[in-house]
């Protein structure tokens, strides 16, 4: 989809490109891409950059065109991973700012007009622009890295009393999730000091917002660490719980499978075809029962004494 805006701010969308425009495609289809090609005379190349999943982060400055991909969060259902990153490429010419994602997200929604409409000012600096996008980036990042620490308390509490995988591969999901963001966000921070130190930045206003993309970056980075480190440490920890759960289980199992031997032994003996003794008395059945009923409560007893049930 292919969206026309007068300004930065989104508020006021347009039939054709101006001199000024900002351009936002999300999920471009075939026909779009083409139309990029020719009516906006972007290079194939970066479009195919641009929308390859496994793009990193970069810049590059040109004559007559500049460049800046950075890597955003997304919500993914891939394998069952909640959350994954793909690149968003910010192309500025002459006359047009572009912005491109081969997915909806939530740094530049395509449903809404306006990604800055809380702030109710145009913004005509296209750096000023792109710092900004930055700055929202980090704050996604935050955002779903708080459902991630949700989502693995939820998992904690089910591995608890847990014998399977299952609880297992979900964590393991979400350290994948915490590998993307970690890769990431460091890849942006990179971006985030090439353009501070180059000489695109000359207002007061977008050295104060680069400052505070850049601390919004490393909030989002250290906040990533800790819980990727939480996460490799609880997946040591219950994988031993799991293990652990699983031979109280099977010591359970044979203690009971002791106890039932009692009585089986009992009744073998007494079920054999030679002369036994009480054969001709009318009390052997019962007798004979409760001795195995006796046998077998002593033998719980004794196990319940060493705290083996």
Do not use: H
């Not at 970066?46 to 955003?72: H, N, P, Q, T, Y």
């Not at 929604?109 to 306006?114: H, N």
């Not at 913004?123 to 622009?129: C, E, G, H």
């Amino acid at each position: 989809m292919i969206k026309i805006f007068k300004t930065f701010g989104g508020y006021i969308e347009i039939p054709k490109a101006e001199k000024g425009c900002w351009i936002n495609v999300t999920q471009p289809t075939a026909e779009e891409i083409g139309r990029l090609e020719e009516e906006f005379g972007l290079p194939t190349d970066i479009i195919k950059d641009i929308l390859d999943a496994d793009e990193r982060s970069r810049v590059e400055f040109d004559d007559d065109w500049s460049l800046v991909i950075m890597r955003v969060p997304v919500e993914s259902s891939n394998n069952g991973i909640p959350f994954q990153t793909i690149p968003l490429g910010i192309y500025v010419s002459k006359d047009f700012t572009l912005t491109l994602c081969l997915q909806n997200n939530e740094i530049l929604p395509i449903e809404q007009a306006s990604p800055f409409r809380e702030q109710y000012s145009q913004i005509s600096d296209v750096v000023n622009f792109i710092l900004r996008l930055f700055l929202r980036s980090g704050n996604i990042y935050l955002k779903y890295l708080k459902q991630i620490n949700r989502q693995t308390a939820l998992i904690e509490q089910d591995l608890e009393r847990s014998i399977k995988n299952r609880e297992l591969n979900q964590l393991l999901k979400m350290e994948k999730c915490l590998v993307y963001f970690i890769t990431s966000i460091k890849a942006n921070e990179i971006v985030l000091a090439k353009l501070r130190n180059s000489k695109k930045i000359t207002s007061e206003i977008n050295e104060d917002l680069i400052d505070d993309a850049i601390i919004e970056n490393k909030q989002a980075l250290e906040m990533a660490q800790i819980y990727s480190d939480i996460q490799s440490g609880m997946m040591d920890a219950f994988a031993s719980v799991i293990s652990n759960n699983l031979n109280v289980v099977m010591k359970q199992l044979t203690l009971i499978s002791i106890i039932l031997m009692i009585p089986t032994l009992i009744a073998s003996v007494f079920g054999m075809n030679v002369p036994i003794p009480l054969e001709n008395s009318v009390w052997a059945l019962p007798a004979i029962i409760m001795v195995s009923l006796v046998l077998s409560i002593v033998g719980v007893m004794m196990f319940r004494k060493r705290e083996w049930f």
